[in-house]
T-cell receptor, first 112, second 115 residues
Framework: SQKIEQNSEALNIQEGKTATLTCNYTNYSPAYLQWYRQDPGRGPVFLLLIRENEKEKRKERLKVTFDTTLKQSLFHITASQPADSATYLCALDIPGRRALTFGSGTRLQVQP | KAGVTQTPRYLIKTRGQQVTLSCSPISGHRSVSWYQQTPGQGLQFLFE???????NKGNFPGRFSGRQFSNSRSEMNVSTLELGDSALYLC??????????????FGPGTRLLVL
């Protein structure tokens, strides 16, 4: 069955540093990969989508890479701020299923 | 444009009871998906409805059911509640026509506690 692993249940970094979160998957080849942010007690909020034929995508301080050979996506937040503290979820589409499979998330804490 | 709304926000039930949760999607969105989120299992897909038809279903027992109305509003029902059903139930809406590249817009969730 499909398996998505987000390395590091929690990640603590200092303000101003770059946070790097990892999403690894096995057993299938998604055409799209999405990243979401979730704050406590709230629903996830969409951040970025990257297609299988795209190596990298950027949006302001966010950067996502997608390596279909390694079956891995990296999510970077540069110049991190305490307001970036949240849980970040990666999600992959299941071909032909019209449903997203989510990873368990990485809780990021940015210390001032 | 109003976001996805879910009612109620909080709910306490006892084992054996049933519960109905409601979700109103963003105007124009025809797809509504439901997810269960728990600390141990993360975000798990329950089912997805599009134009009043269930298009996809996750690996949950038959106690979990749903429906969608002609205005795209959706309800999910859980019968014979068990302690393990305590979770945050999230619904998400999207246009429903572009598969895996569509952004999912999530509601705030319904926090269900089963005692």
């Amino acid at each position: 069955s499909q398996k998505i692993e987000q390395n590091s249940e929690a990640l603590n970094i200092q303000e101003g540093k770059t946070a790097t979160l990892t999403c690894n998957y096995t057993n299938y080849s998604p055409a799209y990969l999405q990243w979401y942010r979730q704050d406590p007690g709230r629903g996830p909020v969409f951040l970025l989508l990257i297609r299988e034929n795209e190596k990298e995508k950027r949006k302001e301080r966010l950067k996502v890479t997608f390596d279909t050979t390694l079956k891995q996506s990296l999510f970077h937040i540069t110049a991190s701020q305490p307001a970036d503290s949240a849980t970040y979820l990666c999600a992959l589409d299941i071909p032909g299923r019209r449903a997203l499979t989510f990873g368990s998330g990485t809780r990021l804490q940015v210390q001032p | 444009k109003a976001g996805v709304t879910q009612t109620p926000r909080y709910l306490i039930k006892t084992r054996g009871q049933q519960v109905t949760l409601s979700c109103s999607p963003i105007s124009g969105h025809r797809s509504v998906s439901w997810y269960q989120q728990t600390p141990g299992q993360g975000l798990q897909f329950l089912f997805e409805y599009f134009s009043e038809t269930q298009r996809n279903k996750g690996n949950f027992p038959g106690r979990f059911s749903g429906r969608q109305f002609s205005n795209s509003r959706s309800e999910m029902n859980v019968s014979t509640l068990e302690l393990g059903d305590s979770a945050l139930y999230l619904c998400a809406s999207s246009w429903g026509t572009s598969g895996g590249q569509e952004t999912q817009y999530f509601g705030p969730g319904t926090r269900l506690l089963v005692l």
